[in-house]
C-alpha cells in the first residue's frame, strides 16, 4: 500500500514538473516570436520611412527639373528676343550691336551651364542616396538565409542577361530594368516577412 503511494507521489511530480517545463517553454516561445514581430514591425516601418522620403526626393526633384526647364525656356526666349532685336537695329550700329549679342550669347552659355552642372549633381545625389537605402534593405533581408538564396539568383540572372548584352542601348534599358526588379524583390519579401511573422504568432 504504502509503495503505491509513493509511487502516485512520484507520478504528480514528475506530471507537474514536465508541465512547468511546457509552460516555460511555450513562455519562451511566445516571448522570441514577440521580439521577432517587433523587430519585423520596426524593419517595416523603417522601409515605409525610407519610401516616404525616397518618393518625397523624387517629387522634389520633378519641381527642380520643371523650374530648372522654365527657367531655360526662359533664356531661350530671351535669347531669341534679344536676337531679334539686334537684327532690326539700325545698320549703323551693327559693330555695336555684334558685340552686345556675343556677351549675351556668352552669359546664356555660362548660365545654361550652370544649370545643367547643378540638375546632374542633385541627380547624382538622390541616386546615392537610394542606393544606400536600398542597399540596407537588402543586407537586412537577406539575413534570412533563403532569402539570401532567392537574392542570389536574382543577381546571378541579371548578370547574365548582362553579360549576353551587346548594345549600349540594350545595356542601358537592362540596366534601368533590373533596379526595378531589385526594388520590387524587396517589396515584395519586406511584406512576406511581415505576413509569416504574423501567421506564426497566430
Request: glycine share 0%; proline share 0%.
Amino acid at each position: 500500500m504504502q509503495n503505491r503511494e509513493e509511487l502516485r507521489k512520484e507520478r504528480e511530480t514528475w506530471e507537474k514538473e514536465q508541465k512547468e517545463m511546457w509552460e516555460r517553454r511555450n513562455q519562451e516561445d511566445q516571448r522570441r516570436k514577440e521580439e521577432e514581430q517587433t523587430r519585423l514591425n520596426k524593419l517595416e516601418q523603417e522601409y515605409q520611412q525610407v519610401r516616404k522620403e525616397d518618393e518625397q526626393r523624387r517629387k522634389q526633384d520633378k519641381l527642380r527639373r520643371e523650374q530648372e526647364q522654365k527657367e531655360l525656356k526662359e533664356l531661350q526666349d530671351n535669347f531669341e528676343t534679344k536676337v531679334e532685336e539686334v537684327k532690326k537695329k539700325h545698320e549703323k550700329e551693327a559693330r555695336q550691336q555684334a558685340e552686345d549679342l556675343n556677351e549675351f550669347k556668352q552669359k546664356y552659355t555660362t548660365d545654361f551651364e550652370d544649370l545643367l552642372e547643378k540638375h546632374d549633381k542633385e541627380m547624382e545625389d538622390m541616386k546615392q542616396k537610394q542606393q544606400q537605402n536600398q542597399d540596407f534593405m537588402i543586407n537586412q533581408l537577406t539575413m534570412n538565409k533563403a532569402y539570401q538564396k532567392d537574392f542570389d539568383k536574382v543577381k546571378e540572372r541579371q548578370e547574365q542577361e548582362l553579360n549576353n548584352a551587346t548594345e549600349p542601348k540594350e545595356i542601358e534599358e537592362l540596366t534601368k530594368k533590373h533596379e526595378e526588379e531589385i526594388d520590387d524583390w524587396i517589396q515584395a519579401h519586406v511584406k512576406k516577412v511581415a505576413k509569416e511573422s504574423a501567421c506564426s504568432i497566430l
